[in-house]
């Protein structure tokens, strides 16, 4: 399925904004960080031509979803993860009822809510939010590895929500997999 030049217009606001929001919310390393999810998942959505249905991405979907909300934001609230990025970056911890984090929100991770209704109704906004989710969860996420502790002030050690990542990320992966290798890519 083609994409029109509104679809891919409004897909690049999108991750524009998530990235402004992000900036506006925890500063200009976060920022860099979220755009290997939101600006990847774009790129990714361009490279890779796809006509997957919802039942395609159901199991990775799901999955990966639970994963975040259950284990991954858990597990950052608990230890502090936001705590611990300020420690890095100097930005102050925002509120979580900040406008900067509701629209962060909104714009970001609350559009990929979305993702089953918009496929079931064969929009390509609908596999573009699956790719900016599974590049998230499965690039993205991978910065509590590969960046936050050798930006930390101690040793490479533990990174609040370092643990969950190592469910999270394969599961992302899979997501990422069935989009590219789905039986109606065939």
């Known amino acids: ?13 999108i991750s524009i904004l998530s990235l402004v929001f992000a900036y506006l919310s925890l500063g200009w390393l976060v920022m860099i960080i979220f755009s290997f999810g939101y600006l990847g998942g774009f790129i990714f959505w361009l490279m890779f031509p796809c006509q997957v249905s919802f039942t ?41 009822t900040s406008v900067s984090v509701i629209l962060m929100l909104a714009v970001g991770a609350a559009l990929w809510l979305l993702v089953p209704i918009l496929i079931k109704r064969k929009s390509q906004l609908g596999i573009y939010l699956a790719w900016t989710f599974f590049a998230s ?39 990422m997999y069935k989009l590219i290798f789905n039986k109606q890519n065939s």
């Open 1 to 13: 399925m083609k994409k029109s030049v509104s679809q891919i217009t409004i897909a690049l606001l």
């Open 56 to 96: 395609d991405i159901k199991k990775p979907y799901w999955l990966t979803l639970a994963a975040f909300l259950l284990l991954h934001k858990p597990e950052e609230k608990f230890m502090k993860f936001f705590e611990a990025v300020s420690n890095i970056t100097g930005v102050p911890v925002p509120s979580s």
């Open 137 to 175: 969860m499965g690039i993205t996420e991978l910065a509590h590895f590969l960046v936050f502790p050798f930006l930390a002030k101690s040793s490479y050690d533990y990174f609040p929500g370092m643990i969950s990542v190592v469910v999270l990320a394969p599961l992302a992966w899979w997501g």
